[in-house]
């Protein structure tokens, strides 16, 4: 089984930064996996947001790059994500998400249906 828990959303002002962290609890024995924040603003489709390999690498998408970085703490089960200078259009509930996978994240690692599990999610509020 695969749980996944986000945690540190929040309310800040435009120009602020919040860390989102995603504890990662699973009986899964494979080395490899890809894992992902997406973001989900009211009216809108969930996109991607950045991606992290088990290998480390990671991307992310343009209209977060140089603002938010994804990473690992593979002792702790936890992938993060800095975000930093929010505004307001970063407003948006945040989900993790995983798969266990051989493969990389890949170029399609901000499709949704790339992944086969999901937290519960974590309101970031900027204004």
């Known amino acids: 089984d695969v749980q996944l828990v986000e945690s540190g959303g929040g309310s800040v002002q435009a120009g602020g930064s919040l860390k989102l962290s995603c504890t990662v609890s699973?009986?899964?024995?494979?080395?490899?996996?890809?894992m992902g924040w997406f973001r989900q603003a009211p009216g809108k489709e969930r996109e991607g947001v950045a991606a992290?390999?088990?290998?480390?690498?990671?991307t992310s998408a343009d209209s977060v790059k140089g603002r938010f970085t994804i990473s690992q703490d593979s002792a702790r089960n936890t992938v993060c994500l800095q975000m930093n200078n929010l505004q307001p259009e970063d407003t948006a509930m945040y989900y993790c998400a995983a798969r266990w996978t051989n493969l990389p994240c890949g170029d399609r690692w901000y499709l949704s249906s790339q992944y086969n599990y999901w937290g519960q999610g974590t309101q970031v509020t900027v204004s």
């Open positions: 992290i390999d088990s290998d480390g690498s990671t």
């Open positions: 699973t009986t899964y024995t494979y080395k490899n996996y890809c």
